[in-house]
């Protein structure tokens, strides 16, 4: 991959020369989400690049300084790609691209590929950033044999999002899905629950408040689509 040029004395021209070409920006928000990942965990998580245009992209992002391939010891002995520090830096820029895409997810196909790990981004990057109730709410995520369990506390300053258990009000367990459904308001708990997609525990007002934890932009219609009512 030759790397392209737009020989402009600009930061976001330059930032456009390592990220804007296909998949790049995908990779990093895998490494992000899922990393360190060995090259089949990567070409796994994305659908439709192939393993030579997958390489090309690692290896531009490398020669860049903004990943990196590491040993893991036995018993794993294999290599893995991760973010170095210039790469985590990415991730406020990564956080405000993702809000500013929320207004584009109108709609979806059905061959669209979903990874609950994408979540835990997503949902900082949904968190509402004005005061909210105080309530501290442990966000469990299937996730098959790795549930993903977050917290989520709001408070006067907004509202923080924080890997791993701790001490909550209320207890939400749900799918991916849903769990994107239920913090946007596009699906209440009683709804989640008869479906079988979420159960609660714990202070239940709390839980049916979640939705005000969050924040949505006004969806922008799909071409040729109407919008989500």
Do not use: K
């Not at 390592?18 to 895998?30: E, F, G, K, Q």
């Not at 899922?34 to 090259?39: D, E, K, S, V, Y």
Request: include cysteine; hydrophobic fraction near 40%; charged fraction near 20%.
């Amino acid at each position: 991959m030759t790397d392209f040029r737009y020989a402009q004395f600009c930061p976001i021209a330059r930032a456009c020369e390592l990220l804007a070409s296909r998949w790049t920006l995908l990779i990093v928000r895998d490494l992000f989400s899922r990393g360190p990942l060995r090259f089949s965990d990567l070409r796994d998580g994305l659908p439709g690049v192939s393993s030579s245009v997958l390489t090309e992209r690692l290896a531009h992002l490398e020669s860049h300084g903004i990943v990196e391939r590491r040993e893991l010891p036995p018993p794993a002995a294999s290599t893995v790609y991760a973010l170095t520090e210039t790469g985590l830096a990415l991730r406020p820029a990564l956080i405000e691209f993702l809000r500013w895409g929320l207004r584009f997810m109108a709609s979806s196909q059905p061959d669209d590929h979903f990874e609950p790990n994408w979540l835990p981004i997503g949902i900082e990057a949904m968190a509402r950033r004005d005061p909210v109730p105080p309530m501290r709410i442990g966000l469990h995520i299937r996730n098959g044999e790795a549930p993903i369990q977050l917290t989520v506390h709001g408070g006067p300053h907004g509202v923080q999002v924080e890997p791993g258990p701790a001490e909550t009000d209320a207890q939400l367990e749900t799918d991916g899905r849903a769990a994107v459904m239920l913090a946007a308001g596009a699906l209440s708990l009683e709804q989640a629950e008869a479906a079988g997609l979420a159960s609660g525990q714990g202070d239940r007002a709390l839980l049916e408040r979640f939705s005000e934890l969050f924040e949505m932009p006004a969806l922008e219609p799909t071409p040729n689509q109407d919008p989500i009512s």
